[in-house]
């Protein structure tokens, strides 16, 4: 029985290919949105812009990497062997539909040329009126403070800014329920997990709160998707699919968050271990046994897949600022990943990496910023400092979720062996690999597998 996740993240789209017998992963292919996809000029999976607050994406990128990617796939695994899909997609972005949205693969309904992604930090008067009606309530309500990249307040902006296309809006959609749409040609629901990223759910009842979606916009509730149970299928697979050699009417699993999704791929969606997820950002999170929210308002509670709740802290400075500290100093990963560490060690020096505006703490995009003169340290101190900056900051700002006597690391920069021996050291815990480190597409894989059962 084989089952296929994919996993729409910020940069690239990645198919899986899972053998549910024997567990494990047995083909993949992936499209890099920069390099492979120029014509939609989101270089790192978003579209310059002159306000460095402002992150948006073409959400044709995202419908042209799905096609690519399983075009791809074709052509290394027999894709009629496959019996069911799930998935995932970048947390909090979000589509905007016009009456003719169909679910069809085609475009051309779009009510917004483009989609604020988890990037985007331009919501801050909106977070404050947010603020300033729900007070403490929101995060009781919803797992989380205002947060400017929750698609909450950024419905608020959009439909204050251009309340001609908002109301032109039938429905919105996250990254995750546009793809799952797509898939199934009709509309997904969304899961509690990728919902929660959003302010509008209310975690108590898991259903839109209908207060919250008033006060953001006008009619707002109308146009949200409905909220699915853990566990439920989506759909079945449109015939459209059949030219990448897929099954039509095969069952296809309601879409999550990648952050959801790495929880059920690494196997934590059962209390006891936490996961940290290395990506364009690095992401802490593990499943809640109890709800309980950060008392510093950093954090998040997300819903987990599998039932219940996560809980997730996430860092925007992740391995965008690792690579632009290592072309900085021109190394390779060689030395960075490794032989840096065998040559500075313990120095106890500290550099933390701002080149985008940080949101666990806040904090503006000032670049590095080091406890010791940056300017003269060797290249090995360079990369050593802010992986321990990285992670020492990570460390003080998880404590609300736990004490961890393992960590899970996934993700690209999680082959760094320089990486996962700072984790050791600084949370004091075993750290283990995955053999994939793709673990958000395997978890959409098993989810998928889930609905065979
Ligand atoms: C989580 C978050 C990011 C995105 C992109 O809250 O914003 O981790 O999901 O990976």
């Given at each position: 029985?084989?089952?296929?996740?994919?996993?729409?993240?910020t940069?690239?789209?990645?198919?899986l290919v899972?053998?549910?017998g024997?567990?494990?992963?047995?083909a993949?292919a992936?499209?890099?949105f920069?390099r492979e996809?120029?014509?939609?000029?989101?270089?790192d999976?978003?579209?310059?812009?002159?306000?460095p607050?402002?992150?948006?994406?073409d959400?044709?990128l995202?419908?042209?990497g799905?096609e690519k990617?399983l075009?791809k796939l074709?052509?290394v695994?027999?894709?009629s062997?496959?019996?069911?899909i799930g998935g995932d997609?970048?947390?909090?972005?979000s589509?905007y539909?016009?009456?003719s949205?169909?679910?069809?693969?085609g475009?051309?309904?779009?009510s917004?040329a483009?989609?604020?992604?988890?990037?985007d930090?331009?919501?801050?008067?909106e977070c404050?009126a947010?603020?300033a009606?729900?007070?403490?309530?929101?995060r009781?309500?919803?797992?989380?403070?205002?947060i400017?990249r929750?698609?909450?307040a950024?419905?608020?902006?959009f439909?204050?800014?251009?309340?001609e296309?908002?109301a032109?809006?039938?429905?919105?959609h996250?990254v995750?329920?546009?793809?799952c749409?797509v898939?199934?040609?009709g509309?997904?629901?969304v899961?509690t997990?990728?919902?929660a990223?959003?302010?509008?759910l209310d975690?108590?009842?898991?259903e839109?709160d209908?207060?919250?979606c008033?006060f953001v916009?006008?009619g707002l509730a109308?146009?949200l998707?409905r909220v699915?149970?853990?566990?439920e299928?989506?759909g079945?697979?449109?015939?459209y699919?059949?030219k990448?050699?897929?099954?039509?009417g095969?069952?296809v699993?309601?879409f999550?968050?990648?952050n959801p999704a790495?929880l059920v791929?690494?196997?934590a969606?059962?209390p006891g271990v936490a996961?940290?997820?290395?990506?364009t950002?690095?992401?802490?999170f593990a499943?809640?046994p109890?709800f309980?929210t950060?008392p510093?308002?950093?954090?998040?509670?997300f819903g987990?897949?599998?039932?219940?709740?996560?809980?997730?802290a996430?860092?925007?400075?992740?391995?965008?600022?690792?690579?632009?500290?290592r072309a900085e100093?021109?190394c390779d990963?060689?030395?960075?990943?490794e032989k840096?560490?065998e040559l500075?060690?313990?120095?106890?020096?500290?550099a933390?990496?701002?080149?985008?505006?940080?949101?666990?703490p806040?904090?503006?995009a000032?670049?590095?910023?080091?406890d010791?003169?940056?300017?003269?340290?060797?290249?090995?101190?360079?990369?050593?400092?802010?992986?321990r900056?990285?992670?020492l900051?990570?460390?003080?700002r998880?404590r609300w979720i736990?004490?961890?006597?393992?960590?899970?690391v996934?993700?690209?920069a999680?082959r760094?062996?320089?990486?996962r021996d700072?984790?050791a050291?600084?949370?004091?815990?075993k750290?283990?690999t995955?053999?994939?480190t793709?673990?958000?597409?395997?978890?959409g894989?098993?989810?998928a597998?889930?609905l065979?059962?």
């Amino acid at each position: 029985m084989y089952t296929l996740g994919i996993d729409s993240s910020t940069q690239s789209v990645k198919a899986l290919v899972y053998d549910a017998g024997a567990k494990k992963a047995v083909a993949s292919a992936s499209v890099n949105f920069g390099r492979e996809l120029p014509e939609f000029n989101c270089p790192d999976g978003f579209l310059p812009n002159a306000d460095p607050l402002v992150r948006q994406a073409d959400p044709r990128l995202w419908l042209a990497g799905l096609e690519k990617v399983l075009g791809k796939l074709k052509d290394v695994f027999d894709t009629s062997k496959i019996d069911a899909i799930g998935g995932d997609g970048q947390q909090h972005g979000s589509v905007y539909l016009d009456s003719s949205w169909d679910g069809s693969a085609g475009g051309g309904y779009f009510s917004r040329a483009v989609s604020p992604i988890w990037m985007d930090s331009s919501t801050s008067a909106e977070c404050r009126a947010l603020d300033a009606k729900f007070g403490d309530g929101l995060r009781a309500r919803t797992g989380s403070p205002a947060i400017e990249r929750f698609t909450g307040a950024q419905i608020m902006k959009f439909a204050k800014d251009d309340p001609e296309a908002y109301a032109a809006t039938a429905k919105i959609h996250l990254v995750s329920s546009f793809l799952c749409s797509v898939l199934i040609g009709g509309d997904a629901p969304v899961d509690t997990g990728d919902g929660a990223g959003m302010n509008l759910l209310d975690l108590g009842r898991m259903e839109w709160d209908r207060e919250i979606c008033d006060f953001v916009a006008p009619g707002l509730a109308g146009k949200l998707p409905r909220v699915a149970k853990p566990g439920e299928a989506a759909g079945t697979l449109a015939p459209y699919f059949a030219k990448f050699g897929l099954r039509p009417g095969i069952p296809v699993a309601v879409f999550t968050g990648d952050n959801p999704a790495s929880l059920v791929g690494t196997g934590a969606d059962k209390p006891g271990v936490a996961v940290i997820s290395l990506g364009t950002s690095d992401t802490f999170f593990a499943a809640m046994p109890e709800f309980r929210t950060d008392p510093d308002g950093c954090g998040h509670v997300f819903g987990n897949p599998s039932g219940g709740c996560m809980s997730l802290a996430c860092f925007k400075n992740g391995s965008l600022a690792r690579e632009r500290v290592r072309a900085e100093i021109g190394c390779d990963y060689a030395f960075f990943d490794e032989k840096a560490f065998e040559l500075a060690g313990d120095t106890g020096k500290r550099a933390f990496p701002y080149f985008e505006a940080e949101i666990t703490p806040v904090h503006e995009a000032t670049g590095i910023e080091a406890d010791f003169d940056w300017a003269s340290a060797s290249d090995a101190e360079k990369v050593v400092s802010v992986i321990r900056g990285q992670m020492l900051n990570m460390f003080e700002r998880t404590r609300w979720i736990g004490k961890f006597d393992t960590i899970r690391v996934t993700g690209g920069a999680s082959r760094s062996k320089g990486i996962r021996d700072t984790i050791a050291k600084v949370f004091g815990a075993k750290v283990e690999t995955l053999d994939v480190t793709d673990s958000a597409a395997l978890g959409g894989a098993i989810l998928a597998a889930r609905l065979l059962k």
